[in-house]
Nanobody
Framework: QVELVESGGGLVQAGGSLRLSCAVSGRTFGGYGMGWFRQAPGKEREFVAAITPNGGSTYYTDSVKGRFTISRDRAKNTVYLQMNSLKPEDTAVYYC?????????????????WGQGTQVTVSS
């Protein structure tokens, strides 16, 4: 069983920064690809970023490229999402997800485990 717990959300002004963390339980963290998704009110859950199990490759949705950075710390069993230059349209509940497999995945149904989500609100 794998458990994911997100933290780091909050309220920030446009142009500000936040760093989300996702702590992963289990002894096989290194074997999981990780992803971040978000869901705004009234909208479907959308892909934000993904990272391979060894951290060697990352992928981002176009709207966050150059502003967000996904990373992972195997010693801490934690994946991060550094979010800079935040915009009001980044407001959403952000979810961490884990999947077995070595390739990058952008579809929610490709992920096996999910966190409970953390709210990010960007004011204008």
């Amino acid at each position: 069983q794998v458990e994911l717990v997100e933290s780091g959300g909050g309220l920030v002004q446009a142009g500000g920064s936040l760093r989300l963390s996702c702590a992963v339980s289990g002894r096989t963290f290194g074997g999981y690809g990780m992803g971040w998704f978000r869901q705004a009110p009234g909208k479907e859950r959308e892909f934000v970023a993904a990272i391979t199990p060894n951290g060697g490759s990352t992928y981002y949705t176009d709207s966050v490229k150059g502003r967000f950075t996904i990373s992972r710390d195997r010693a801490k069993n934690t994946v991060y999402l550094q979010m800079n230059s935040l915009k009001p349209e980044d407001t959403a509940v952000y979810y961490c997800a884990a999947r077995r497999g070595s390739w990058l995945a952008t579809l929610a149904n490709e992920y096996d485990y999910w966190g409970q989500g953390t709210q990010v609100t960007v004011s204008s």
